[in-house]
């Protein structure tokens, strides 16, 4: 079955701290796809980023970084020099498939940055 | 800007009332996504659709819960009898799987149901 981890319920920072946000995920699929999803205030999720299985590169974009690492089966995201605006839940998931196949959750990482 | 809508946004309703939720997917998609956020399971997956054929419904209670898809552009999600428990927001998501290419599921903005 598969199954992902957030451990980090909340985090809280100051702004322009950077910050991790963990997920370590369980899967048995040799082929699968690994998701970060922001769901702000307001509600909605927004899609981050989509890694598959046989990717391990990094990722950076802008302010934001994401570390794959099939080794330790984490795939952790590093928001650099956060700001107010970058608080939200954060979600990880994981598909077997491609990004239009269902997805298992992570519980969420609550990110709170103070000004 | 295409993207995913929902209505109605916010719906309050009395204990076993039918509630009916709606979902427009993204124009061209063939992949439409319920899932359910509670706090205490966090968002699961109740069904899914591909070109309107249901896929996996196994997360949906079926006694109460019925989801369909009437055309292309519609997907319901409907609960015979409400109940308390059902309080939720619920999210419809798209997404479009051709031949080589997958893309990632892109979220309405939900229905938070309120059952009292």
């Known amino acids: 079955a598969q199954k992902v981890t957030q451990a980090q319920t909340e985090i809280s920072v100051v702004e322009k701290e950077d910050v991790t946000l963990d997920c370590v995920y369980e899967?048995?699929?040799?082929?699968?796809?690994l998701f970060w999803y922001k769901q702000p205030p307001s509600g909605e999720l927004v899609f981050l980023i989509r890694?598959?299985?046989?990717?391990?590169q990094n990722e950076i974009s802008g302010r934001y970084s994401w570390n794959f690492q099939k080794s330790t089966s984490s795939f952790n995201f590093t928001i650099t020099a956060s700001q107010v605006v970058d608080s939200a839940v954060y979600f990880c998931a994981l598909s077997e498939g491609g990004g239009s196949e269902k997805l298992v959750f992570g519980k969420g990482t609550k990110l709170t940055v103070n000004p | 800007d295409a993207r995913v809508t929902q209505t109605p946004r916010h719906k309050v309703t009395e204990m076993g009332q039918e509630v009916t939720m709606r979902c427009q997917p993204i124009l061209g998609h063939n992949t439409v996504f319920w899932y359910r956020q509670t706090m205490m399971q966090g968002l699961e997956l109740l069904a899914y659709f591909r070109n309107r054929a249901p896929l996996d419904d196994s997360g949906m209670p079926k006694d109460r819960f019925s989801a369909e898809m009437p055309d292309a552009t519609l997907a319901t999600l409907k609960i015979q009898p409400s109940e308390p428990r059902d309080s939720a927001v619920y999210f419809c998501?798209?997404?479009?799987?051709?031949?080589?290419?997958?893309?990632?599921?892109?979220f309405g903005q939900g229905t938070r149901l309120t059952v009292v």
């Open positions: 998501a798209s997404g479009l799987v051709v031949s080589g290419d997958n893309t990632e599921a892109f």
């Open positions: 899967t048995r699929d040799t082929t699968y796809y």
């Open positions: 890694r598959n299985s046989f990717d391990e």
